[in-house]
């Protein structure tokens, strides 16, 4: 599919990332004029597929994630978040509500229930050892036309 | 992220502004529990209403919280959440075990 525009770029898995990829996706969809709540709905997404890296992908090791933001035509937006991390032995399982490997954290188990709510579309590729890469799609309404 | 606890007659509100992420709800769990376990509210209301930003950390918060006071024999409640917020608020189902005003 054409891209029409761009953004990747490379983070440390630190915490404090959380925000500045927020911030980063922020003002890419800017061009695309995207509603109050879309543009909310895709932050949070883009929030919790990072913090997923930084607390269950990178838990043992620290390592970068990479951050691709897509703008595809019919006003898609497209996110891939991927990370070289520990990765995840049984997706399905993880992709469960509540399911959570890090309640130390008060982690919710709510990730990926909030990605799969707020974004039209939710991949999830992972390997033990190799990483995980999730990739979502949003279609933004044509109220900016 | 800014937090300001006042405390009237025994109830308290612990009133929010800024961003719930992972980051930084480390920070805030400290300080809100640090404030239940020493001044034992036997209510604590969670104001978001100065709240731009939550993810589902904000939910791990809130239901720790509301378990922390449920030990401690209080009640936690969440006010002005904003229609974003609710958003995720309801998702999570917290309806079920907080008060949201």
Redesign the interface.
């Known amino acids: 599919m054409e891209i029409l525009n761009e953004i990747k770029f490379t983070m440390p898995s630190l915490s404090v990332n959380e925000s500045t990829a927020r911030a980063v996706v922020s003002s890419f969809l800017v061009q695309a004029d995207p509603t109050v709540e879309e543009l909310s709905d895709i932050r949070t997404a883009v929030s919790e597929a990072v913090t997923n890296a930084v607390v269950h992908g990178y838990r043992h090791k620290k390592g970068n994630i990479e951050l691709t933001v897509r703008l595809l035509p019919d006003r898609i937006i497209y996110i891939r978040v991927k990370d070289k991390g520990c990765g995840i032995a049984d997706v399905e399982q993880a992709m469960e509500p509540l399911f959570t490997t890090a309640p130390e954290e008060e982690r919710s188990g709510l990730g990926f229930s909030v990605m799969q709510t707020f974004m039209d579309k939710l991949k999830v590729k992972s390997a033990p050892d190799k990483g995980t890469t999730i990739t979502m799609r949003k279609r933004l309404s044509e109220h900016g036309d | 992220m800014k937090i300001d606890i006042k405390s009237e007659n025994g109830a308290a509100v612990a009133v929010l502004s800024g961003?719930i992420?992972?980051?930084n709800?480390k920070e805030l769990?400290s300080e809100l529990d640090r404030y239940i376990v020493t001044a034992q509210p036997r209510e604590l209301a969670i104001d978001l209403g100065g709240i731009t930003?939550m993810?589902?950390?904000g939910?791990?918060?809130i239901?720790?919280r509301s378990k922390l006071m449920r030990e401690c024999g209080g009640r936690l409640e969440v006010r002005n959440p904003q229609p974003?917020i609710k958003r995720?608020l309801k998702?999570?189902g917290i309806e079920r075990i907080v008060k949201i005003l």
Do not use: P, Q, T
């Open positions: 961003e992420d992972h980051h709800a769990r930003f993810d589902s950390s939910i791990g918060l239901m720790g974003y995720v998702l999570a």
